[in-house]
């Protein structure tokens, strides 16, 4: 109920933790979003006002110097035409302009509004009415020709190409005024293109981004033909430092909720792992409190009657009792050890007591002291130690234990339905010994084969629980047989059998 409750409490804290990142990640997200569009609306407002005034400013510079163009023009009336009811006036006129053009026009003037007015002026009662109506007409027909004459000189104007039209120092000025009068003080960059496509102006450090997230663009003279028109292009290089400057304030807060999620994460973990080491520490000195019962008994028993003088006390009953004592007294000796592993992992490093020893005479001992419980199980063990070459610098306890376990691990996952054969050889590969342990079990599986030799990993039977262990055997002999400068790998199939390949260095190569 207790581990129930620690893993609910974690779960309910990450999931907070998390939100609360989440939340802040989201918040960042529609300031950036806020912040760019806001940008997007006053560069495009700013980009509309500086084409405007480019617009105007050439309609000005065309005018002032279109006025003495005016003076040069020789109008003529070849013909004034009044209709019928007076109410229309027909004039065919000769106009020359400055260049030495000379077109010809038909204007049709309503006889309205001025003349109208003239119709109706006091000043003009009781005069001729034709003069009325002809003063009415010249006005008339004055007004359309300086429309006309305006039309002719911007016509004119956008006829020419768009560097001799726009004064790029100019348009830059205009551009810097008025983005900063829209809040925007970041540098830019720019280039003008005709409408087809053709760079016509270009700043010497313009480049346009992939995304295009920071290039801009517009139309110039709008009002004029297609192909006549002319494309603004703006690129701000700074505008994402521009964009993000505003988060300054919020990037330490989400640092410190990342460190306080993963320091979170951390202490649930060891947590979890102490609470796991724990709870094992406690199963395994309850399991070994039942194994150091059956030898210690085994040979209280066996010295009771050793000193028991009323037993008559054959040589054959005094070897079988010393060869029990002696038995018994190796497999205590092998379940202290199981305790110096645990012991060992927790201070992570090992005391070896090096020295020359022939791995040959003590994997046949290793292999006699176990035939034992082999053949307790109905098995056998086949030695087969051809190694030419066996003499090792090794630590004799440890790498006793080395073989121990493994034999010991043959006899816990052998199968039900098949005689324990377990077969350990020795040989030489160049320079070094080669120990073999293969028995044909249970088998392990290719996902859990690689994993066998990890603290604390048991391969998966389901649900059977008939073999008991912690899941240090394998990683206690990895790590001895490493620290030996050793290697060890496994091969195994599932339903036939493992064997473990041991590779060590010999004296004679060192």
């Not at 013909?79 to 000379?102: L, M, P, Y």
């Not at 010249?138 to 006829?159: C, F, H, M, Q």
């Not at 859990?448 to 990683?475: C, I, M, P, S, T």
């Not at 050793?486 to 590779?503: R, V, W, Y």
Request: with cysteine.
């Amino acid at each position: 109920m207790r581990k129930v409750s620690i893993i609910v409490s974690g779960v309910l804290m990450a999931l907070s933790l998390v939100s609360l990142l989440g939340l802040q990640v989201k918040y960042v997200e529609e300031i950036v979003n806020m912040r760019r569009e806001h940008f997007n609306e006053s560069v495009e407002h700013s980009l509309y006002q500086a084409t405007h005034e480019l617009e105007v400013s050439e309609a000005r510079r065309y005018l002032e110097h279109g006025t003495a163009a005016m003076d040069g023009i020789a109008t003529a009336y070849d013909s004034v035409i009044v209709t019928t009811d007076s109410s229309v006036i027909q004039h065919k006129h000769q106009v020359t302009a400055r260049d030495g053009s000379v077109y010809y026009s038909l204007e049709t003037h309503a006889n309205t509004n001025f003349g109208n007015k003239l119709m109706s002026n006091p000043k003009l009662k009781g005069k001729d009415v034709d003069l009325k109506k002809v003063l009415a007409d010249k006005y008339n027909y004055e007004k359309g020709l300086v429309d006309e004459v305006i039309y002719s000189l911007l016509y004119t104007a956008s006829d020419r190409p768009l560097d001799d039209r726009i004064d790029f120092k100019e348009l830059d000025n205009i551009l810097t005024a008025h983005l900063h009068n829209n809040g925007i003080d970041i540098p830019y960059h720019f280039q003008v293109l005709t409408s087809n496509g053709r760079r016509v102006y270009a700043c010497p450090d313009f480049a346009e981004d992939k995304d295009g997230k920071s290039t801009f663009s517009t139309t110039i003279f709008k009002n004029d033909p297609v192909e006549k028109m002319g494309v603004l292009k703006i690129n701000f290089p700074t505008l994402g430092s521009y964009i993000y400057s505003s988060l300054k304030f919020i990037v330490p807060a989400l640092i410190f909720t990342s460190v306080l999620i993963i320091s979170f994460i951390v202490t649930l973990v060891l947590v979890f792992r102490q609470r796991r080491l724990s709870e094992m520490k406690n199963d395994f000195i309850n399991n070994m409190t039942h194994e150091f019962k059956t030898p210690i008994s085994t040979i209280s028993l066996a010295a009771q009657m050793l000193n028991d003088k009323s037993l008559p006390k054959s040589p054959s009953m005094l070897e079988r009792l010393s060869t029990t004592i002696m038995d018994e007294t190796k497999r205590l000796r092998f379940q202290v050890e199981k305790v110096l592993q645990v012991s060992m992992y927790e201070n992570q490093k090992a005391n070896f007591k090096l020295k020359e020893i022939n791995a040959n005479e003590l994997i046949a001992g290793v292999v006699h002291t176990f035939a034992l419980k082999v053949e307790k199980n109905g098995g056998k063990i086949i030695s087969d130690l051809k190694a030419k070459e066996s003499m090792i610098l090794a630590d004799d306890m440890h790498f006793t234990n080395v073989i121990f376990n493994l034999m010991d691990n043959a006899v816990k996952y052998r199968r039900e339905d098949v005689a324990l054969e377990l077969k350990v050889s020795t040989w030489n590969e160049g320079e070094h010994l080669m120990i073999s342990i293969q028995d044909n079990g249970i088998g392990i599986k290719k996902d859990d084969l690689k994993k066998v030799f990890e603290k604390f990993y048991r391969v998966h039977r389901g649900n059977v629980h008939d073999v008991k262990g912690f899941g240090l055997g394998l990683a206690y002999v990895k790590k001895i047989i490493t620290e030996h400068n050793g290697t060890i790998h496994a091969e195994s199939e599932l339903g036939i059998g493992t064997k473990f390949i041991i590779k060590l260095q010999t004296i004679k190569n060192r």
